[in-house]
């Protein structure tokens, strides 16, 4: 007579699951895109030896675009040949045999793009959405705030009546850096109160009922940004996000410990052992990881219940595009207990939905888990194939004359 475990193991595999014991990566694409109405943004498509594919996409911030599709293609040549289900197996070998054990942004972006790929595979595979392969859904609907609703606009006018339009749209939360000027780590008085005044137009334009999150960018010294984190409070911030350079995480926590706002830090970190000082430290009441940056699907996975079991919540950190690296947040985001709200880049919205084969359920400030198989979404390759890219225009770098102090 067979054991429960003999019995168990007699049992035949589904046929899809046979086949895919067989099936090996084949080749890696990168699809560089120029939206319209904002920075460039890199997919990347993972092909199987029996013709099953993933979609993935790497942050790309700052003009590192053609350097990540790079590093795509060089994880490539290692990835050829293995089995696309081994996932985590996979990032474990990468990152001792191929990356050396070194951290490199660049490396970590790359590989959440073929990290995401590959879940979105073994979802197809399954017939399960990733959500359900890593236990189930606990929501089926995320909140989320609007950002990239500024982008382009001429000047503070121009930037409310940009506000007002996405909350009439249904968006209750808004993100934005009323900070004027280069990012400077030192700023002046008249700058101070500039930001102070521009933040309290926001609010009034907004009225009372809508979340503003500051963006600090990583720039200010402790003393101004707890002097402008109390300020702050006066338009009723929502929360003051990485309001320090984030390589010593004891200059946010001296801030998080003098002003009411939750702080928010983690857009800046790539491996989920640069958010063990967050915690330690006591730097945050929020962090907000990228699964495009920080090693794809499992790694931002993990980082939520580390950030759980010491009391902080996850806001994902979304720049990339509405449709493939918002479809990898929305699968992982409705599994965490502790999850807040995302973000949406809203400037992107039209663009992406153009290339989609279905857009994601995004409007009004919130979106709807996918259900199908893998991420829930397709974009049609052959429309990506023929886009043009275009390189973004260079970010403004400031000359001698604008370092700080600035002679009047």
């Not at 907004?206 to 990583?218: F, L």
């Not at 984190?229 to 996000?241: K, L, N, S, V």
Request: net charge negative; charged share 20%; proline share 6%.
């Amino acid at each position: 007579m067979l054991s429960t475990l003999g019995r168990l193991n007699a049992v035949p595999l589904p046929k899809r699951f046979e086949k895919a014991a067989h099936v090996k990566i084949r080749d890696i694409e990168t699809f560089l895109f120029s939206p319209e109405r904002g920075g460039t943004l890199l997919f990347v498509r993972v092909m199987t030896t029996d013709d099953l594919y993933g979609w993935g996409e790497a942050y790309v911030g700052g003009g590192q675009a053609t350097a990540v599709a790079e590093h795509v293609h060089a994880i490539e040549r290692a990835v050829i040949g293995r089995d696309p289900r081994h996932i985590r197996q996979l990032a474990l070998a990468l990152f001792d045999d191929f990356a050396i054990r070194q951290v490199s942004f660049d490396y970590q972006c790359a590989w959440s793009a073929i990290e995401i790929a590959l879940w979105d595979i073994l979802g197809k595979s399954a017939g399960l959405p990733v959500h359900q392969l890593l236990g189930g859904k606990i929501r089926n609907d995320l909140r989320v705030y609007a950002n990239g609703w500024w982008i382009g606009a001429g000047g503070l006018d121009d930037v409310l009546e940009r506000a007002v339009a996405i909350t009439a749209q249904g968006y209750d939360a808004i993100k934005w850096d009323p900070i004027p000027g280069p990012r400077r780590t030192f700023i002046s008085r008249q700058d101070e109160d500039a930001a102070v005044a521009r933040l309290l137009a926001l609010r009034e334009a907004v009225g009372p009922k809508v979340e503003i999150m500051v963006d600090g960018h990583r720039r200010l010294a402790p003393a101004q940004a707890i002097r402008l984190g109390e300020r702050f409070m006066e338009a009723d911030i929502a929360w003051y996000e990485e309001p320090c350079p984030p390589d010593n995480l004891e200059l946010t926590a001296q801030v998080r410990s003098r002003i009411s706002a939750p702080v928010v830090v983690g857009e800046a970190f790539c491996s989920k052992e640069q958010f063990l000082p967050v915690f330690a430290s006591g730097a945050a009441d929020i962090i907000n990881p990228d699964v495009c940056a920080v090693g794809g699907i499992g790694v931002i996975f993990d980082i939520a219940a580390m950030a759980q079991v010491h009391g902080v919540a996850i806001s994902p950190h979304n720049s990339t595009s509405t449709a493939v690296g918002l479809a990898a947040t929305a699968q992982v985001a409705s599994l965490m207990p502790n999850f807040m709200i995302a973000e949406v880049f809203v400037n992107l919205i039209e663009d992406c939905a153009a290339l989609a084969v279905e857009p994601l359920p995004v409007a009004a400030g919130w979106l709807q888990v996918p259900d199908a198989p893998g991420l829930g979404i397709d974009l049609d390759v052959e429309r990506l194939r023929r886009h043009d890219y275009r390189p973004s225009a260079p970010r403004k770098i400031r000359h001698v004359a604008d370092e700080f102090p600035v002679r009047p």
